[in-house]
């Protein structure tokens, strides 16, 4: 969850999450990396999701999700306000996005599953670090 959405990741992007770690903002760094985190001596750069979706910067306290995952090589997280099921999700109920979103959208989506009471909207987090780094 990030505000009021309900977004996913792929749990085989996902090396594992936890909450409550401490985040160092980091000076003349882009604005969406909230800052680094230490998980076990490992050194991670922690993003600010709510940023990259153009909503209010996350206030981050005890109760902060961190999700982390691996690109190139390098261990990174994005920042949350919750994480709730883990779900085993059906092709079926999948559709790429919508053809009429912004460039940035398609940048940073999968696609979206068709829930019972919701949609949920798939994030791909490698492309969330590419489209920060590669600007």
Not at 10 to 34: H, M, N, Q, W, Y
Request: proline share 7%.
């Amino acid at each position: 969850m990030v505000e009021d959405f309900h977004f996913g990741v792929r749990t085989s992007d996902v090396v594992e999450f936890t909450k409550g770690l401490d985040v160092t903002p980091i000076p003349l760094g882009p604005a969406i990396v909230a800052g680094f985190m230490n998980l076990r001596g490992q050194i991670v750069t922690a993003i600010d999701i709510r940023k990259q979706l153009k909503l209010p910067p996350i206030q981050i306290t005890e109760h902060t999700i961190s999700i982390f995952f691996r690109y190139e090589g390098a261990l990174f997280s994005l920042l949350v306000d919750e994480v709730n099921d883990i779900l085993e999700l059906s092709d079926d109920d999948f559709e790429p996005p919508p053809s009429n979103l912004s460039a940035a959208a398609h940048e940073i989506l999968v696609g979206v599953y068709k829930l019972p009471k919701k949609l949920l909207i798939i994030l791909d987090p490698k492309k969330i670090v590419s489209s920060i780094f590669n600007q």
